[in-house]
Every structure is written in C-alpha cells, then in structure tokens.
C-alpha cells in the first residue's frame, strides 16, 4: 500500500492495537479502532510490564529473541515519543535477577548462561552471595543471573498514555464486539487471543495462553519491593516479580492452556505465593490487593504473526509471552506496511506465510 492516507480498521484495543492505531494516526493515517473494552478489557491491562527479550531467551527461540531485542532498541524512543505526546508510560530500567535454589535451577541458569554468552549477549553470572547482595530480600538462593539490559514498564500507565495518545490523534473509538471485518482500506487485526475468530488463516494457529497474576502492596514496616524485576523457576514453574516503585509488586504468571476460561482458581494463586515466598519472603505480609487472569494470545512459535494474510487484511497478533515487549516493533511494521516501506528487521521471520507452508508440508 502506498496511500499517503489510508483509511484504517484496527480490531483490538490492547497494546497492540493502541500501539498500531497511534502511530499510524500520528502519520495522518484515518484510523478507527473496533473493541467492545479499549484499554483495560484484555491480557495488556492484566500484564507484568517486563521488557525482557534476553531472560525470556531460549536456545532454538532466535526469531523470537531477534525480534524482541529489535522492539527492546525501539522502546526508549517509544515512551520518550508516548511522553511528549502527554503521559509518561513508566518505562524503568531496572534490569533482572533470575536465581536458583536447587541444582535442577541451578542448572536450568548454566544453560540459559551458557547460551547468552554463546550469542554474546549481556549476562553475569552469580554467585548465591552476589545475588543476595544485588537483592538483599530474595531468599537463601544457590546462585543468580543478572542482565542488566531488561527494562520494564507499567502497563497500566501504557495503555491510558496510549489511549491518550491515540485520542489526541483522532483515532475514533467504536466500542463493539466485531464480528465480520470492518471496511476500511486497509485491516490490522490485533485482538489478542480473540484475532483466531476473525479470519479462517489464524483460526487454528492463534490460541488462548491463560496466566493468572496478582497485585500486591507492601504494608506499613515491610520491606520495600525488589529494586530489580526478580525471576525464578520454582518446582518446574517459572515466576517473576516486577516491582512498581515501593508501592506495588506484581507477581506473575501462572501459563497453561484452559480455553477462554478467565476464571482465577485457588490453586493459581496458592502456586504463584508459595513460589513468591521462596524468591522473596517478605512478600508474604503485603496486602494482597488483585488477583485477575488473563488470556495471552499463544501462537505455534512463540514468534506473532506480523504481516499480510490476504489483500490488504494484516495480523499483528499472536505475541505470545511478549506482546508489551513488542508493541513499538509491531506499530512500526503497521506503519510500514501501510506507506510501502520496508517493515523493521526480524519481521520477515513473524509473517504468516509460515503458517501456509506449514500447511502444505
Ligand atoms: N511476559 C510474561 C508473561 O506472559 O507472563
């Protein structure tokens, strides 16, 4: 497409589809955003905020990992651009620690180690001691990984500074469930893990990824949160803590596959304390002050599916683990699609195509 100004669906008011809807509507594209509950009705609102391309990595994941380091570059000019648009999003640079308590974790950091420093990415291995002088809360660990490079933002100041954004460029808001697509020139289909619904091509390859998160807040005399985002692998199951400032901590995520089952069970939260307990036991006299699920929309790879899936119907959909990471990397692609230019480096490895020749194996 190489209109100056499309006229422009986006269906999903997640992070993606408010990251996608103002960009493109700062560039004086017409845009119109379809979603029943902008903002604060899907995975984006319930989100831990981590920005964290190199502690999600995993040997065999190097699309992934390219694509989330090429949206992390991206992420500083993002918030900067968010801010002078009117509300600073909350982007910290905190980095993470990732400890291990027993030698099955322990050995589970030797291989995710061993693996950045093969592709040379930025990680330093610790000690038990070390770790705990880095984090002074965290429990007796056995040893720690820190990468300095993640950052992490608060989601919930993302998605009202993007909403803020969008409204200052004209985007209109149409509050309603879609259900055949929209007629504009041009379709960005970003409803999270809903988006399988909404076209034959991405019904079997986009997928509901249930995580349940909870919110808490230290009270009078405990110690403050964890002054870096706090990961761990607790019997088998990964948790992390991001820390909002001193006031709140968020402790994520349980992951499993239960449809589009949204209901927050007693067991979920009773894993994600007893792990949090371990990792950081003060936690255990916070205020326990939300407890949510939401859907993450899982895709076959791990990779989003970004790109054309016929004429001018794009997905930008199927983030998988990694849909605030990367937001500035798909609203740079929309954009980019839109004007007829070259999408950003590593969006080639997310395009639908995949899922064709994957269907004619
Ligand atoms: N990005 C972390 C999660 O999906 O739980």
């Known amino acids: 497409m190489t209109n100056l100004t499309t006229n422009l669906a986006v269906v999903g008011g997640g992070v993606i589809g408010l990251s996608a809807a103002w960009r493109a509507a700062a560039k004086s594209h017409q845009v119109t955003l379809y979603d029943p509950e902008p903002v604060r009705g899907g995975a984006s609102w319930l989100a831990g905020g981590m920005l964290a391309p190199i502690t999600e990595a995993w040997p065999g994941e190097e699309d992934v990992l390219r694509l989330g380091e090429e949206s992390l570059e991206r992420w500083p000019g993002f918030a900067r651009d968010l801010a002078q648009e009117g509300v600073d999003p909350g982007l910290a640079g905190h980095g993470t620690l990732v400890v291990a308590f027993d030698s099955a974790d322990a050995g589970h950091l030797d291989i995710l180690a061993g693996y950045l420093h093969s592709i040379g990415r930025a990680a330093e291995r610790l000690t038990g001691r070390e770790a705990k ?28 500074a993007l909403y803020a954004a969008c409204q200052k460029h004209n985007v209109r808001f149409i509050r309603e469930r879609v259900e055949e697509l929209p007629d504009a020139e041009a379709v960005v289909l970003a409803a999270g893990a809903w988006t399988g619904r909404l076209h034959p091509r991405l019904a079997d390859a986009v997928r509901p990824l249930k995580g349940e998160i909870l919110r808490l807040r230290p009270r009078r005399g405990c110690l403050p949160p964890p002054s ?33 089952d949204q209901a927050v069970t007693a067991r979920g939260v009773r894993e994600l304390i007893e792990g949090a307990e371990r990792v950081f036991p003060a936690i255990t006299e916070y205020e326990l002050v939300e407890t949510a699920a939401g859907l993450r929309a899982g895709s076959r790879d791990a990779l989003p599916y970004l790109g054309a899936l016929d004429g001018s119907v794009f997905a930008a959909t199927g983030h998988h683990r990694n849909g ?34 994957e269907e004619h194996v």
């Open 324 to 357: 605030l990471l990367m937001a500035p990397v798909t609203a740079d692609a929309v954009v980019a699609w839109l004007e007829g230019e070259k999408p950003p480096e590593g969006t080639e490895a997310a395009s639908p195509a995949r899922l064709h020749q």
């Open 228 to 260: 870096h985002t706090v990961r761990a692998v607790v019997e088998g199951r990964p948790i992390y803590l991001v820390p909002r400032g001193d006031q709140e901590l968020v402790l994520g995520a349980t992951q499993y596959e239960a449809g589009f």
């Open 133 to 160: 002088r880095l984090e002074p809360g965290v429990g007796s660990v056995r040893s720690g990984l820190h990468v300095p490079g993640d950052l992490a933002v608060d989601n919930r100041k993302l998605l009202n």
